[in-house]
């Protein structure tokens, strides 16, 4: 850019942006198409293996202002705001930041005493996306 005129340089900025939101897209399809084979993944493998459903009932995973959905926010909130400030670009800042949340409930399902009520709970995952989208949201207006 800058060896041609203003409206030149303009238009070359444009489909270079263009690129980039292309190659965002098809990296954030990819992880979503991963994200959801590996869910079905972990369904079929664990629910061939007990009888216990997968996922809490509506009523066992608590309100959704509980203190768990307000942690569930902040941690992955921090994980992908710290992220995008260290330079990481937002497909990897939100795959972090979900990623952790899928490997709690996966936690949750597998591994957490029975006790205390085996399962995961979709208003987890929902927290966990909003406290991502969130961070990469305040950390791009902050970048303007």
Do not use: C, N
């Not at 959704?64 to 992220?83: Q, V």
């Not at 990481?88 to 409930?105: N, P, S, V, Y």
């Not at 989208?133 to 902050?142: D, E, G, H, N, R």
Request: aromatic residues 4%; neutral net charge.
């Amino acid at each position: 850019m800058g060896s041609g005129t203003k409206e030149e340089d303009s238009r070359v900025a444009v489909m270079e942006g263009d690129g980039i939101i292309r190659r965002m897209r098809s990296e954030t399809l990819r992880a979503a198409v991963l994200a959801l084979a590996l869910s079905a993944a972990l369904g079929i493998a664990l629910g061939s293996a007990s009888a216990e459903p997968l996922f809490l009932s509506s009523a066992e995973q608590g309100s959704w202002l509980a203190a768990d959905k307000e942690l569930h926010f902040a941690g992955s909130l921090a994980i992908a705001a710290s992220l995008r400030i260290e330079g990481r670009d937002t497909t990897t800042a939100l795959a972090a930041a979900f990623g952790a949340g899928i490997a709690k409930e996966i936690y949750d399902v597998t591994l957490k005493p029975r006790r205390l009520k085996r399962g995961a709970s979709w208003k987890d995952l929902a927290a966990d996306l909003a406290g991502a989208l969130a961070a990469v949201a305040i950390v791009s207006a902050l970048d303007r």
